[in-house]
């Protein structure tokens, strides 16, 4: 389990039985509605190990080993020194009885483990990329099965890559949780063939970026230590920007900021230097695994404009970031056998439609499920969600908590950004099956399970989908795998039927601010806010009055 303390963000867990099968996984904020549960009182993963627990019908007595994606004892040296404390920390249970083992896992190497045994590959180089672990900020991996991982290669804090990033993301005015606003600004300077100032150093194969630690790392650093870091160092990028762009901030609201040159600049030079450190990090991990196959962790890894530009064989898994490092712990302890298989990402709760007299679905007509007719709707250019059975994990929704529409104008994608109350410049992901993403978009072998790699698109796709083609000629695709979302295949089959392009514009089932619905309560409550026209939940389509015809 991942039980970051107090401040910190993105609690989760993760149960796996005695042959590393993933039971259950779920995210704390899809439980406690506080995005990222960041915050004193919700980054204890309790509702979310609450309901791995109750998803395996066990309790937590059954539990033999509760492992955490954090070495908390040279973190908080002399803090939660008693084992039954530190379980109890870790998982928001008390443990008056007998005390599971509790292993503590260094963060990257959780990392690592989530992202290699999550893939399809049998060995791997595995590239994690962060703002920090307990001394590192990047790391190189070599993975197989058989045999224990190797740490090939660390960075210090000193060289952050996420620091880097956070500090441009601060600079627009946006909390360093929210780089993928940063990364959608970016765009606009790709787009318009900025040139950018290079602001990382790679000769003699190390990574320098232009702005190193206002101090030197020495020994292991406890959490004290490491936050004054952060803040220094991101202070330090945010002048750098300042200097590079001329400004301190944006000079216009967060709806115009593609219109502010010096905001697009620095949004741009920060992605670029994400992009050559990725690249140059992606050549170190082969050649120092001796293999191809290469694996992306960390919150670095959920930048899909870098991961896009990689060549080869790459995987992310659904969940890159922090919260993955509860995956990453349990596997450590309790690797999976080797299937030849990605994971499946539906871990998450399951959604139980209630019945047509439920107090909550009062005002809303309700209907059984027809793909013809939710087909027609869309066709009919509305906007709807589905919220179908167990939630996908990670921060990309993957057709069982989405909102969908129709892309065929430029016009739905203003619509369904008005609809999420996001920035109108904000990007959108079509989904489709393999066959027909190849004729819309570069093929990517893995990057597309989970929505986590940006393509370029192909002028068909300009022209059937132009709703979900960034500014830069991208796009974030989705293949779905047959059977993966039986309502969204239904209607990617129906639209075929009536000979229309068989892609959907595909986004998170959330509102601004929100974490994606979880429950079947979360679904109609966001549902009921945010102007949808129609909601696809487990059998039913719900309409609201005002809306049917």
Same mark, same amino acid.
């Given at each position: ?33 506080? @995005? ?67 292993? *503590? ?60 990033? &956070? ?33 990382? &150093? ?25 936050? *004054? ?16 762009? +001329? ?29 050559? #450190? ?26 899909? %404009? ?12 659904? /969940? ?41 679905? %009062? ?25 179908? +059975? ?14 969908? #529409?129709?892309? &065929? ?16 410049? @904000? ?15 570069? @093929? ?19 022209? /059937? ?10 796009? *974030? ?47 109609? #409550? ?20 005002? @809306?049917?015809?």
């Amino acid at each position: 389990m991942n039980a970051p303390p107090a401040g910190w963000h993105d609690a989760a867990a993760c149960l796996v039985d005695g042959s590393g099968n993933v039971i259950a996984y779920s995210e704390q904020e899809r439980h406690n509605r506080v @995005r990222h549960a960041i915050g004193d009182g919700f980054n204890k993963p309790v509702g979310a190990a609450r309901f791995c627990l109750d998803q395996a019908g066990i309790t937590i007595d059954d539990i033999d080993v509760i492992a955490i994606g954090w070495n908390v004892d040279q973190m908080f040296p002399g803090f939660l020194a008693d084992e039954r404390e530190l379980a109890t920390h870790a998982t928001g249970f008390d443990f008056p009885g007998r005390l599971p083992r509790i292993v *503590r896992v260094p963060h990257h190497e959780a990392h690592a483990a989530s992202a290699f045994y999550a893939s399809p590959f049998s060995e791997a180089g595995v590239l994690v990329i962060d703002g920090n672990g307990e001394n590192e900020s990047t790391s190189i991996w070599s993975f197989s099965y058989g045999r224990a991982p190797e740490l090939k290669r660390a960075w210090p804090r000193t060289a952050s890559l996420g620091y880097a990033y &956070d500090g441009a993301s601060e600079w627009l005015g946006f909390h360093h949780l929210n780089a993928g606003k940063t990364m959608g600004l970016a765009a606009y300077g790709r787009a318009r063939g900025l040139s950018v100032e290079t602001l990382l &150093d790679v000769d003699g194969g190390d990574l320098r970026p232009a702005v190193p630690s206002l101090q030197e790392s020495h020994g292991q650093a406890t959490i004290d230590e490491i936050g *004054r870091h952060y803040g220094a160092t991101v202070a330090a990028w945010r002048d750098l920007y300042s200097k590079l762009a +001329g400004a301190d901030g944006p000079t216009v609201p967060v709806h115009r900021l593609p219109e502010d040159p010096a905001a697009v600049l620095v949004a741009y030079t920060a992605q670029r230097l994400i992009e050559d #450190a990725v690249t140059f990090l992606a050549s170190t991990a082969r050649g120092l695994a001796g293999v191809e196959e290469l694996c992306l962790a960390g919150g670095v890894a959920l930048n899909c %404009s870098a991961n896009g530009v990689l060549p080869g064989p790459v995987f992310v898994p659904p /969940v890159p970031h922090d919260a993955g490092v509860a995956l990453g712990a349990a596997w450590t302890v309790c690797p999976p056998k080797r299937t030849g298989e990605a994971m499946n990402p539906y871990l998450g709760e399951d959604v139980r439609a209630p019945g047509a007299a439920h107090p909550e679905t %009062s005002g809303l007509l309700r209907t059984d499920f027809d793909a013809d007719q939710v087909t027609d709707l869309l066709l009919d250019g509305q906007v709807g969600a589905v919220a179908q +059975g167990r939630a996908e994990i990670g921060p990309r929704a993957l057709c069982h908590r989405s909102i969908l #529409a129709v892309p &065929d104008t430029a016009d739905v994608h203003a619509r369904v950004n008005r609809i999420k109350h996001r920035e109108r410049w @904000r990007p959108f992901a079509g989904v489709t099956f393999a066959e027909y993403g190849a004729r819309l978009w570069e @093929r990517q072998e893995h990057l597309s399970r989970y929505m986590l790699g940006a393509a370029r698109v192909t002028d068909e796709a300009r022209r /059937v989908a132009p709703g979900v083609v960034h500014v830069d000629g991208t796009t *974030r695709p989705q293949v779905l795998a047959s059977g993966a979302a039986p309502a969204v295949e239904a209607v990617l089959e129906g639209l075929a039927g009536r000979g229309a392009p068989p892609v959907l514009l595909n986004t998170s089932f959330n509102d601004k601010g929100e974490p994606i619905v979880n429950s079947a309560t979360d679904a109609l #409550a966001a549902f009921r806010s945010m102007d949808l026209d129609f909601l696809v939940m487990d059998q039913a389509l719900y309409r609201k009055a005002s @809306r049917a015809r």
